[in-house]
């Protein structure tokens, strides 16, 4: 089970990095309708594709999965701890219950989709009629990363009994 648990944990920064890499061929595809488009008025296009407000909207994007990333990588490190029998472990739980919040941050920030908003704020409707319909839908890949690194975080840190010691864990039959 506890090996599960550390898979589980990994998942959660894999999981933050789909959430950038789709994002980032999104924008891709707007700044391409962006340059085909009938208001383009010319300008700088970098070598990767992307005009000044794909580079706006890549950035945000990538400043979210950098928050979220980090708190994913350090709740892998917390697991990896928890697993060990030494003390300290109230403390790990602690800080792993505070780092939802730069999680849910993250997650709020994706929720209210910055690349159609700088779209918007913008005022390009090119780059905003590029945007694939299916990229709103990737700030739930946050929460989903986050799910699955708390179940993680429980079955790496389940404490197991020992040969002969089932006081340390409760069975069915115990109330």
């Known amino acids: 089970m506890a090996r599960v648990g550390l ?27 962006q340059v085909n488009g009938a208001q383009w008025e010319g300008g700088l296009v970098g070598a990767d594709g992307l005009t000044s407000l794909g580079v706006d909207a890549w950035r945000v994007i990538l400043g979210i999965a950098l928050l979220v990333g980090a708190v994913a990588v ?11 029998r030494t003390r300290g472990r109230t403390f790990l739980l602690v800080l792993s219950g505070f780092l939802i919040l730069p999680y849910a941050l993250g997650f709020l920030v994706a929720l209210a989709d910055p690349v159609r908003a700088l779209a918007g704020l913008y005022d390009k409707p090119d780059f905003e009629d590029g945007i694939p319909s299916w990229q709103a839908a990737t700030a739930f890949l946050l929460p989903a990363a986050g799910l699955a690194q708390a ?9 197991t009994s020992k040969a002969g010691d089932e006081s340390a864990v409760p069975s069915a039959s115990q109330p």
């Open 151 to 159: 179940v993680g975080l429980v079955l790496a840190g389940r404490r």
């Open 7 to 33: 898979v589980l944990l990994a998942l959660g920064p894999l999981l933050v990095a789909a959430y950038a890499a789709v994002n980032r061929s999104a924008i891709q595809a707007a700044a391409k309708a």
């Open 74 to 84: 350090a709740y892998v490190a917390i697991g990896v701890l928890l697993r060990r």
